[in-house]
């Protein structure tokens, strides 16, 4: 997932990995966006959930998985 950042107007981008990651922190916590951090400018970028859900089709809450194993 490529991202633009606000601050410093360079591109960055974020992995498969870090996508599943962030929304398994967003559902979590029941977040609206996730805040991903530019890597040139250090500065917060929010990313919404449903950004994230459309560069992650196949992701699935990790926390639903772990409550039905127990």
């Avoid at 996508?19 to 916590?29: C, K, M, N, W």
Wanted: proline content about 7%.
């Amino acid at each position: 997932m490529q991202i633009l950042c606000y601050h410093c107007h360079k591109p960055y981008a974020l992995n498969k990995a870090a996508i599943h990651a962030a929304l398994d922190l967003a559902t979590a916590e029941n977040l609206s966006h996730y805040d991903a951090p530019c890597p040139h400018c250090r500065r917060v970028n929010r990313v919404s959930h449903k950004e994230l859900l459309r560069a992650a089709p196949d992701w699935k809450p990790q926390a639903a998985e772990r409550s039905t194993n127990e």
